[in-house]
Structure formats: C-alpha cells, structure tokens
C-alpha cells in the first residue's frame, strides 16, 4: 500500500485554497477547517489513499458532508473529490457521473452510511431539479 510522503503532501494544493472564508457559514468553515487539519496532519504522518478516505469519512459523516449548507457550496464536493484523489484515494466516479453521489458511495464503506449518504444525494438532487422546474414555470408564467 503506497503512502503519500510529507514531501510529496507540501507539494499539493491546500483543499479549498481559493475559497473566502469571510464568506462561508460556520458549518462550511467547520468542514473546510476539519479537512485543512488532517491535511496538515498528513503532513508529519504519512498516510495511504484508503487511510485518507477514511479519515475523512470519520471527519465528515453523511449528514454534514451532504446538510443543506454544504449543498449551498457545490464547489466543496468537487474540490473534496480532487483533493481525496491527489492523496491516492482514487474515487472511482458513480455511473451517474455526479460528484456528489461519487463521494457518497466511494467514502461511507459501511453500508448502513452509503445507503444514507446516498439516499441524501438522491434528495437533494430530487430537490435541485424541483426547484428548476419551479423557477421555470415562474419564469414562463412572468414572460406572459
């Protein structure tokens, strides 16, 4: 199982490096604040891509990783895949091809957890794609 080496951990980019922070909730500061710490923990312990993983799944359960604030910043589930993938974890993508639903079934090993984390994906894409067709019909109906 190949680690990654401190050298090779300062080498790459800090998890949501170009984020404001003055702009960010204090669930989405938590989180970000949560990973930026196992990343500078990583930097002294070298840790393999499933050890990643599972940090981060022990750090970020299902029902923060996926709660309303962290949907409101779509850009942290990309930019948490990219991070997890540039430290070995190798996610493989969801058939869906959604990064949410990638992290939902590639960081929870525990099927009780996936079967949560996935089930709160699905609703909140439900709810995205509800809301579209709402604002849609809003628009339609304003343009008459």
Do not use: C
């Not at 430290?87 to 992290?103: F, V």
């Amino acid at each position: 199982m190949a680690t990654v080496s401190a050298v090779t951990q300062a080498k790459r980019p800090t998890f949501m490096a170009g984020a404001d922070d003055s702009l960010l909730d204090e669930e989405q500061k938590g989180v970000v604040a949560s990973v930026r710490m196992l990343e500078a923990e990583m930097a002294t312990t070298p840790m393999s891509g499933e050890q990643v993983k599972a940090a981060v799944a022990e750090i970020l359960p299902p029902a923060v990783l996926f709660s309303p604030s962290m949907v409101a910043l779509p850009y942290l589930h990309r930019d948490l895949r990219n991070w997890l993938n540039a430290r070995g974890a190798n996610l493989e993508q969801h058939p869906s091809r959604r990064i949410k639903m990638t992290l939902a079934t590639a960081l929870y090993p525990e099927a009780d957890e996936r079967t949560v984390a996935t089930e709160m994906v699905s609703e909140v894409e439900a709810a995205g794609r509800r809301s579209r067709v709402t604002g849609n019909r809003n628009k339609r109906a304003r343009a008459v």
